[in-house]
C-alpha cells in the first residue's frame, strides 16, 4: 500500500487579506455600531460594554482649575521670557540691576509646567492628572518659599509681593484639595 503524498498545503495570510479580516469581524460583530451607536473595537468591549461607572469621578470643577492654571502658567512663562524687567518691577517694586537672564530661565520653567498643564487638561488618565496637580501644587510651594526668603533678605514688603505670597498660598490649598479628592477611595454603593 503506497501512500499517495499529498498536495502543498497553501495557507492564506488572514493578516494580510484585508477582505477576510473585514469578514471575521462581521461574524464576530465587532467594528460596526450596535444598536446603541457604540462602535466596539473587541468582542471584549463589546461584551463587558462602556460603563460610566468604570469612568474616574473628578471633582466638580476640576478640569476648569487645570485650565486656568495652563493658561496662567502660560501667561505668566511668556511675559518671563519677553518683558522679564517688568516681571521683576511688578513683583519687588524696584528695577532690575542684573540680568535678566534668570528672569528668562525661570520663563522657560514655567512654559515647561504650562505644557504639563495643557496636557493634564486633555488626559482622561486619573494617575496623569494627579502627578499634573501635585507638579502645580510643588511649583506653588517652592515659589511662596523662594519669594518669601528673597522678600526678607531683601527687607522689604511690597503689595504685589504680599499679594504673590496670598495668591501662591490659596493655589496651593486648591490645587491639595482637587489632588486629595481625586486620590480618594470612591465609596461603595
Not at 502645580?136 to 511690597?158: D, H, K, N, R, W
Not at 504680599?162 to 465609596?187: C, D, E, I, N, Q
Amino acid at each position: 500500500m503506497a501512500s499517495k503524498p499529498h498536495p502543498p498545503l497553501m495557507k492564506k495570510h488572514s493578516q494580510t487579506d484585508l477582505i477576510s479580516r473585514l469578514k471575521s469581524r462581521k461574524i464576530l460583530g465587532v467594528g460596526g455600531e450596535d444598536d446603541d451607536g457604540e462602535v466596539h473595537r473587541s468582542k471584549i468591549s463589546q461584551v463587558l460594554g462602556n460603563e460610566l461607572k468604570f469612568a474616574v469621578r473628578e471633582p466638580i470643577g476640576l478640569r476648569f482649575w487645570i485650565l486656568i492654571s495652563a493658561v496662567g502658567f502660560t501667561v505668566m512663562a511668556l511675559m518671563a521670557l519677553v518683558f522679564p524687567n517688568q516681571l521683576y518691577e511688578v513683583v519687588f517694586e524696584e528695577e532690575l540691576s542684573r540680568t535678566n537672564i534668570s528672569i528668562r530661565l525661570y520663563g522657560g520653567a514655567l512654559l515647561s509646567l504650562a505644557l504639563i498643564m495643557w496636557n493634564g487638561l486633555y488626559t482622561a488618565e486619573k494617575i496623569v492628572i494627579q502627578w499634573t496637580l501635585l507638579s502645580e501644587a510643588c511649583y506653588f510651594a517652592v515659589q511662596f518659599l523662594v519669594t518669601s526668603i528673597t522678600l526678607m533678605e531683601i527687607g522689604i514688603l511690597p503689595n504685589a509681593a504680599m499679594l504673590l505670597l496670598l495668591s501662591r498660598v490659596l493655589f496651593l490649598a486648591v490645587t491639595m484639595a482637587y489632588y486629595y479628592h481625586l486620590g480618594r477611595k470612591p465609596k461603595k454603593i
